[in-house]
Each structure stands twice: as structure tokens, then as C-alpha cells.
């Protein structure tokens, strides 16, 4: 739970990195992030799947297919145990006793399949509304309206201590592990060891791996107990080992921050406490859909142009209704499917969830799912269901083709960013299109 590529599925962030609100290279969906420390969430299918509640939406916490098991070479296993014994001073010289870094690894084994994992990450290629058709599915909907009830005097406790709006928290777990059913089985300490011992984010996962040797030196749980995804995402809602560092409390008093048990309390009052940090403001709107009057300027959807909504009203943005959406706070336009999908006032709220996941599928499948969860209407607008998601490779033939032709994207890496959505727009302005900056495949063969 608690923003940048880490095991394609993630993004976590520190309250000290909390400064999102810059033009951040942001993808649509919820891909991991590196150089963070947040939980991390995505689904990466091609195709529609209505997400049980006994699946997570995190594909690293979802069984994965039968293979054969993977044999680790003798000279591997040295090379590692060489590298954790190398790591120990390292780890003792940040506070941590020696006797809990021999207790930790006590019987780590390098593990293939978390580096097999790691480096072939499922490319993403769903799009918003086969995300959101998972992510607010009828069942997921029904079980979560069923934790509220289950879970009601808990969740009234950690509302009024933390400020932030239960149906948001309990559709965080829902996205995140399906209210505590996958939580996800690996031991932390080796997937993290072998990530290091991996060597593409070393630094990342050396950092994460003294937090969790300083959750253990703490008691907060036992080795044994800190299971997690193969990339070290921890309990009902995920937590990265220092997001926990950072944000996660002890609402039951036993002394414990207990995010792994079978009683969610601690998880969905860390979860809390982590929206809370990010700015969340009780009873405001995560967002809300709106209708685009005909001609509307489309250099105005931008995260950086913020207008209360009656000012937007003016403009012809109104509700689905048609009224002006209440002034509930400076707003923005986004229009996450281009012209052809739905449209959304973004407020401050949305950002807090983003915190915990940058993608804004993540954001507005968490936003959505809430306010499913409490009553409030399906998204009314039509989708482009006919079109598909552009590949990998097919988006940094995007980025190429939009470069050579004068509009620089400023980079080629297959993420949708700001600067690829600039260079977009721009060519779409040129060429006499909507410029909704939306990366899609007609665009794409109109620029071949």
C-alpha cells in the first residue's frame, strides 16, 4: 500500500517523498515504481476478468501458474551467501542487533522465481474500463459493503481518530489483498535478499531490507510471520517495509503495529494514518464525474489547471445531471480515456490516494470502489470498449514516431507521462484532432 516502478505491480512512497504534486511521469495504470517505498497494485490482464473477492488486483499476490520448480545452481547459492554475510556489517553499522540479522536469515535461500519475476514483469495492456469492470466488480462491491457492516465499530473508531472516510479505507484493502484474503506468502526477508543480491535496484531493496530487520528488532512480528509478495509488500494493505517504518501504528494497543494477523485493526488504521499524511480531507469527494460541454477546450484537462467548480460550472462542466458540481475545493479536469471516455472533477483527495498508488486506473478504481461501497451510482458514461490498449512496444513506437515527426516526448520508455501527453496534444492540434492527449491505437497507425 502506502510511487515509482518496482516489481510491476507497485508504487509506494515515505511521508519525506510526499511531494507528488509535481508534473510526476505518471502511467495510467498502477505499474511499480522504483526509487519508492509504497504499496504497489495493478492487473495486468489483456482481457476483461470480473475480479472475485477471493482474487487481489495485485498481480504479485495472485497464484501463480504451475512451473516447474526452479533449481538454483551451487555457485549462485555461495555467491548469495556471500553477499549476506558482506550485507550484515552493513546492516549492523544501521542499528540492527546481530543476533536478529542471524535469527532473519537463518535458512535464506536465494530464490530464483522472485528474480524471474522481477525481470519479466507482465506487460500492462488493459485498459481503464477492463481494469475498472475488475476493480468495482458486483462481488467485490458486495463483500466490501459487507466488511463495512462486519467491521462497523472498528471502522467507527478509526474514522474518528484519523479523519478519513471509512469506504475509502475499506476499498484500499479490497484493491489491495480482497479484505485480507491474498496477503501473499513469501517470506520477506528472502525475497528482498535476493532482489538486492539481483543488483538492478540494489540500493532500493538494501534499504528496505533494514526496515524490515528493524520491524523484527522491534517484535512487531517474527521472521516467519513477515510473509508478503515476492517484491516485500506486507499484510491487508500492503505496506513496503519503510512505508511501514514511516506510517504504521499500533490502534490495538498490545504493543504490536500487527499488519499480517487475522484481525485487520493495525492494517486499516496504518491505511488511515497513510491517507491522513497524504492530505485527505474528510467528506470530500475523491472526484466526481462530470459532463464536457461540445467545443470544450481540452487544454484545459490538466492536473495543474485547478478551478473551484462553480468556476468550472461557468465553463459548462457541470455535473451528469447538468447542475454545477458543489464547491467542495479547487478542482481539475481529467479525462483519463480521451474525448470518448469519462470525465472527472479531481479534488485534493485525489492526490492522498494517489500517494498510496500513483496510476490514476489505481486511484479511480480506489475512488470509485468507495463510493460504490457506500451507495452511490455506477459511472454513467460510455466507454471506447471497442478499442484495445496499446502494448509496450507499440507506446514507445508512439514516443519514436512522435519525436521524428517534431513533437518530443523527450524520451522513449514506453510510459504515457506528461511529456509523451504534451507531445501528444501538440501533434493532435496540429493535425486538426481533439487534443485530449490520449495515447490510442488509431493515433498511433495515423502516425504510421
Known sequence: MPLRILC???VTLVLAQAALAGAVDRSLFPVARPGTDAPEIVARAATVLTVAPSQSLRP???PAALRPAETVSP??????ERWIRDFRPRALARGIRGDVFDRAFRGVRYDPEVVRRDKTQSEFTKTLWQYLDSAVSDSRIETGREMLRRHKTLLDGIEARYGVDRQVVVAVWGMETAYGSIRGDKPVIGS?????FDGRRRSFFENQLVAALTILQRGDTSPANMT?????????????PTSFEALAVDYTGDGRRDIWGDNPADALA?????LRKSGWIRGMPWGVEVK???GFDYALARRDVQKMPSDWARLGVTDMDGRAVPDHGVASVLVP????GAAFLIFRNYRAIERYNAADAYVIGVGHLSDRLIGRPPIRSGWPRDARALSFAERKELQRRLTARGFATRGVDGRIGPNTVTALRAYQRAAGLVPDGYASLELLQRLR
Do not use: E, I, K, V
Open 337 to 340: 480515456a480521451g474525448h470518448q
Open 270 to 274: 496504518s491505511t488511515a494514518n497513510y
Open 8 to 10: 510491476g505491480a507497485f
Open 292 to 294: 464536457l460541454p461540445r
Open 60 to 62: 504479485a499476490l495472485r
Open 228 to 240: 508478503g509478495s515476492w517484491a516485500g509488500a506486507m499484510g491487508h494493505t500492503q505496506f513496503m
Open 75 to 80: 555457485a549462485t547459492q555461495a555467491a548469495f
Open 192 to 196: 528482498m535478499a535476493t532482489l538486492a
